[in-house]
């Protein structure tokens, strides 16, 4: 027997407009409630995020993979969002090959400034383009980020185009 609940933040308006992502800033919590469950099994109380997304618990009373409750016995689970992954593929249209060892960064556009059009600041992320396909994946914290070239000979010879 399965027992499952979606959970959702729901649209609120800013300004008279509707915005999904203004419901995620909300102070009160989205909460999924169960009542009458079987206490004689075990159960497991888990978060079913994207692949990319790295969703931990941050406070539960109990091990939420093995939760035998008594009846009455209310459990309370919080989960956060810690970072995502950011993953890519990089391409040299001149040689028409993937750039082997490109350096890639990526800089926190709420935390640092731009100049011009160039995101300044320093990186939260880096990594290097994989030869095989020109694959990148970079870990990041919710919010906006930008992909840039490292620092270097590398952002003389390349641009990078989304």
């Known amino acids: 027997m399965s027992y499952y609940r979606f959970v959702a933040p729901s ?3 800013i300004h008279g407009k509707e915005s999904f992502a203004s419901g995620l800033s909300r102070t009160s919590a989205a909460r999924a409630v169960f009542t009458g469950l079987d ?11 994207p692949e990319p997304w790295n969703v ?3 406070r ?4 939420t993979d093995n939760l035998m409750l008594p009846p009455g016995r209310i459990q309370r689970a919080e989960w956060e969002l810690k ?4 993953a890519g593929q990089c391409h040299d249209l001149t040689h028409e090959r993937p750039p082997n060892g490109l350096q890639l960064q990526l800089v926190d556009l709420a935390a640092h400034a731009t100049q011009g059009s160039k995101p300044r600041g320093m990186p939260s992320s880096e990594t290097l383009v994989m030869q095989n ?3 990148f994946q970079l870990q990041a914290s919710p919010g906006i980020h930008a992909i840039t070239l490292a620092p270097g000979r590398a952002s003389e010879l ?3 185009r989304v």
């Not at 539960?60 to 091990?63: A, G, N, Y």
């Open 83 to 86: 970072s995502l992954l950011v």
């Open 133 to 135: 396909f020109g694959y």
């Open 60 to 63: 539960s009373e109990l091990d």
């Open 56 to 58: 931990q618990a941050r």
């Open 39 to 49: 206490s004689r099994i075990v159960l497991t109380l888990k978060v079913l995020p």
């Open 158 to 160: 390349y641009e990078v």
């Open 11 to 13: 649209p609120i308006g």
